[in-house]
């Protein structure tokens, strides 16, 4: 195997692609300083995996990708391609193999073998032991051959067995060694696992069986709660049903509501539109009546008017009769005046020759009453054409005049027309006029109806409203009452299970109340914690005065007693205390409470009054542990005191106390879960 060239592009100086052909022999590389002659052998060693940016003289890994010049621009990439001849060293099927490292500016480095892309774990595999290797002998700068010539025996070692082809086996029993290793630890955590596993094979099947139980009891619990569900379904679906009839009657009431509604509003805005018509009406009625008057007015005007031209067109008549009466007069005169002149011309022929002078001046003067005759007779001429105009006008004015008192008979009748009219019109706008103050009133009526039909379909809404809320908020409280009936019946089937299998006592005492072994002892009455009646708040404090006292089992007679322990020994059952009620003393009177402390038997009662006095009758309680121990050192006092945290002073100066107890802790109570209250 030989190297057969080396191509670069982009790594540090190479900026164009440059292909270095390496030849047989002996190939040596001659330059100036600084013309990249080491970059070369960089580039090998970068090429076949070298990791540290300072041993290639960079900083880091980006340095490597030319930065550009003042001609040319930076580039995206550093790529090197390493071409060998493979003659059977390396275990690939090609003659030639060429092995190729790109590297981005954002970072990212890929490597190829062949051109295809792989690992950089496939090329260390590829060329283990070929002396191809960034640390091998292979590529030897001026430092590394120091260190060669310099290096100690073991530090040699390294060289030599790379050169001897013995590298890549050592590296590959390292690592098979290093897996070996983490086979063995993780067999050490298995067995670990294993001893675990097997500490808490006991415990699990104990939980199986429980969870077993567990099951059982969920299912019972399950099928419990499904028929309450069916039962609260048919419940609520009647009571749904009812709602709904309830829902629907108040939706059909208020669909009869609206329809009322409507009608009103059609029949208010039908009446709107009459009375709107009506206004209409009486508008063109009052704008006829006044153009009516505004007409009547002006006819009387003119009729005034005629009138007085009627009075001016007569008196000047009269005028003109006079003027043509006068010129008649005058023209009689100027007749008579014309027929004395006549005379006196005849007179005057007869003294015309004495006189014709006289009949010259005579002729003269003639010849003027001759010229103002005929200026009279031109002006009677014209009187009498103005006499005609005027008689003509005359007529003309009277046909005017009696068309005007026909226009004024017309308009007089027109007036009284329209009066009736008029009167019709205000008294049919008194009549739309007391019909809209109806309708108004109708109108008011049906406007406050309707709004307290609103208000009462608010009313119905709210009211809806509230049943819906009401009825979510009975959804929501049932659900609840379900979800707590449910915790309430587990709890308390959990305790009736505890109470039937005596959880809690002894294996003696849970064997004297197994249920086929009552028919075989006789006489037993019950255990302490069952007899007792213990109030409310007191449990602790009697539990704690008490102990293992309230497992013992109560029986009538010594004799049962007897019989109940022989039968437990031969059947190997565990033992049990026995309490013969027969043995116990008489009961006698407590004496009074002292200083806060109240003696237990006066509060604690039982069906046997000696057995309360025999276990609790020396048994005080008080408030504080600190009232106990002033009244404990009381002399003359031989008494027990409790508090009702539980804490415990004996006579002879025993205490007994700590924490509070817990919640798992109160599950265990023998007192406390008689309670039904602490049951649901």
Not at 518 to 536: F, I, S, Y
Request: net charge neutral.
């Amino acid at each position: 195997m030989r190297l057969e060239s080396v191509s670069l592009h982009g790594f540090k100086s190479f900026a164009e692609k440059s292909v270095l052909k390496v030849m047989p022999g002996i190939t040596a590389i001659v330059g100036p300083n600084g013309c990249g002659k080491s970059n070369i052998s960089e580039s090998v060693r970068w090429a076949l995996g070298e990791q540290s940016a300072k041993s290639l003289r960079g900083g880091k890994m980006e340095d490597l990708i030319f930065h550009g010049s003042a001609s040319r621009k930076p580039v995206g990439l550093a790529e090197v391609e390493l071409t060998f001849s493979n003659d059977g060293v390396l275990s690939v099927p090609w003659t030639e193999v060429s092995v190729s490292r790109r590297l981005y500016r954002t970072g990212e480095s890929e490597y190829y073998l062949n051109k295809n892309l792989s690992r950089l774990r496939d090329i260390l595999d590829l060329f283990a032991g070929t002396g191809a290797n960034p640390r091998a002998y292979s590529v030897m700068d001026q430092d590394k051959l120091n260190h060669v010539l310099t290096a100690k025996p073991h530090e040699r070692r390294v060289f030599i067995e790379e050169a001897a082809g013995i590298a890549r086996y050592k590296q590959q029993r390292n690592e098979t060694q290093g897996k070996l290793d983490a086979t063995r630890q993780n067999l050490v955590r298995v067995r670990d696992v294993m001893d675990e596993v097997r500490r808490q094979l006991s415990s699990l099947e104990r939980q199986a069986k429980k969870a077993q139980q567990y099951k059982a009891l969920q299912t019972e619990k399950r099928d419990l709660a499904l028929a309450l569900v069916a039962a609260d379904y048919a419940g609520f679906t009647a009571e749904s049903s009812r709602l709904a009839a309830e829902l629907t009657r108040l939706r059909d009431g208020e669909q009869g509501l609206r329809t009322r509604i409507a009608s009103l509003a059609a029949r208010e805005a039908q009446a709107r539109e009459t009375l709107q018509a009506s206004e209409h009406r009486l508008s063109d009625l009052r704008q006829a009546v006044s153009k009516v008057q505004g007409e009547l007015e002006r006819l009387l005007e003119r009729r005034e008017q005629m009138g007085v031209q009627i009075q001016e067109l007569g008196e000047e008549a009269v005028r003109l009769a006079e003027e043509v009466r006068a010129a008649t007069e005058r023209l009689a005169s100027v007749v008579k005046e014309r027929e004395d002149v006549r005379v006196a011309l005849g007179d005057a022929e007869q003294l015309a020759a004495d006189r014709s002078r006289a009949a010259a001046e005579f002729e003269a003067a003639v010849e003027r009453q001759r010229g103002a005759l005929t200026l009279e007779r031109d002006h009677a001429e014209a009187l009498r054409l103005e006499q005609t105009r005027l008689a003509a006008e005359r007529v003309d004015l009277m046909r005017s005049a009696g068309e005007l008192r026909e226009r004024e008979a017309q308009l007089a009748r027109r007036a009284e027309r329209l009066e009736a009219e008029l009167a019709q019109a205000r008294a049919e706008a008194d009549r739309l006029l007391a019909e809209r103050a109806v309708l108004t009133v109708a109108r008011n009526r049906a406007a406050a109806e309707f709004s307290s039909l609103e208000e009462e379909r608010r009313r119905l809404d709210a009211q809806e409203a509230d049943e819906a809320r009401r009825l979510t908020e009975a959804e929501s409280r049932l659900a609840d009452a379900r979800v707590e009936l449910a915790a309430r019946r587990s709890s308390f089937e959990a305790l009736s299970e505890l109470e039937r299998a005596r959880e809690g006592y002894g294996a003696g005492v849970r064997a004297v109340f197994a249920e086929d072994r009552r028919a075989a002892l006789a006489g037993v009455v019950g255990t302490v914690a069952d007899l007792l009646e213990v109030p409310r708040g007191m449990e602790r404090a009697i539990e704690a005065v008490l102990g293992e006292r309230l497992q013992w089992v109560v029986v009538e007679r010594f004799e049962h007693a007897r019989g109940a322990v022989t039968y437990l020994r031969e059947h190997g059952l565990g033992s049990a205390t026995f309490l013969p009620l027969e043995c116990l003393p008489v009961a006698n009177g407590v004496g009074p409470d002292d200083n806060g402390a109240r003696w237990v038997s006066r509060s604690v009662g039982a069906s046997a009054p000696s057995l309360v006095h025999h276990l609790l009758g020396q048994v005080a309680i008080v408030d504080h542990l600190d009232e106990a121990e002033a009244l404990w050192r009381k002399n003359g006092v031989v008494a027990t005191y409790v508090t009702s945290d539980g804490e415990v002073l004996g006579p002879t100066g025993r205490l007994h106390g700590g924490g509070k107890g817990t919640a798992s802790g109160a599950e265990h109570s023998l007192l406390a879960r008689k309670r039904p209250e602490y049951i649901l």
